[in-house]
């Protein structure tokens, strides 16, 4: 078992910068794979980024591109989203989730997620 804790989130000004964290405990994480979702009102869950489990791999959904970067440090169990240029779209809880195995840009295929941490980006 993984257990996810988020933390980060807040409320910032279009055009402003956050760094979301995820912290990992119990199994050893270095061997997940690791990726952010997000969830705004009334919509589904949508795909952010992902890292595979030795970091040297990523992906970002589109609408990312170009102002978010995932990384993470496996000798502290964290994976790290900083979020640049932020606009009001990007308003939602942002999800922390890891997986064994293959990558996935599928919410479904992920084992285990975190709580979720609010971001709000006011215009």
């Known amino acids: 078992q993984v257990q996810l804790v988020e933390s980060g989130g807040g409320l910032v000004q279009a055009g402003g910068s956050l760094r979301l964290s995820c912290t990992a405990s119990?199994?050893?994480?270095?061997?997940?794979?690791g990726a952010w979702f997000r969830q705004a009102p009334g919509k589904e869950r949508e795909f952010v980024a992902r890292?595979?489990?030795?970091?040297?791999?990523?992906n970002y959904a589109d609408s990312v591109k170009g102002r978010f970067t995932i990384s993470r440090d496996n000798a502290k169990n964290m994976v790290l989203l900083q979020m640049n240029s932020l606009k009001p779209d990007d308003t939602a809880v942002y999800y922390c989730?890891?997986?064994?195995?293959?990558?996935?840009?599928?919410?479904?295929?992920?084992?285990?997620w975190g709580q979720g941490t609010q971001v709000t980006v006011s215009s």
């Open positions: 989730a890891a997986k064994l195995r293959t990558l996935a840009y599928t919410s479904g295929l992920y084992n285990y």
């Open positions: 119990g199994r050893t994480f270095s061997s997940y794979h």
């Open positions: 890292i595979n489990w030795s970091g040297d791999s990523t």
